[in-house]
Nanobody
């Protein structure tokens, strides 16, 4: 499974960005897709995840601001990020889990200027 992420960039605080990640190489619907992020000097953390049946979970710091969604037909996951804060600055990684294996995308930089 290959993951390709799009949509990072530079935005002012309070602005919005939408990340997308397309998975290829699988004829099966991926179990769980999600987004992680890693800020400089910090550990990678789960931002949001969504299962194939639409169950979601979010890290507390983004609840109410970020929304994860997916299109099972083409194994694509989206992350709508609103009310961005400088603390959201990080490299965002797409993640997919299928049959006990885990896959990662290449990462996309999100920079929020205050």
């Amino acid at each position: 499974v290959q993951l390709q992420a799009f949509g990072g960039g530079l935005v002012q605080a309070g602005g919005s960005l939408r990340l997308s990640c397309a998975a290829s190489g699988s004829i099966f619907t991926i179990d769980t897709m999600g987004w992680y992020r890693q800020a400089p000097g910090k550990q990678r953390e789960l931002v949001a995840a969504i299962t194939a049946i639409g169950s979601t979970n979010y890290v507390d710091s983004v609840k109410g601001r970020f929304t994860i969604s997916r299109a099972n037909l083409n194994n694509t996951v989206y992350l709508q990020m609103n009310s961005l804060e400088s603390e959201d600055t990080a490299i965002y990684y797409c993640n997919a889990k299928l049959f006990g294996y885990e896959y990662w995308g290449q990462g996309t930089q999100v920079t929020v200027s205050s």
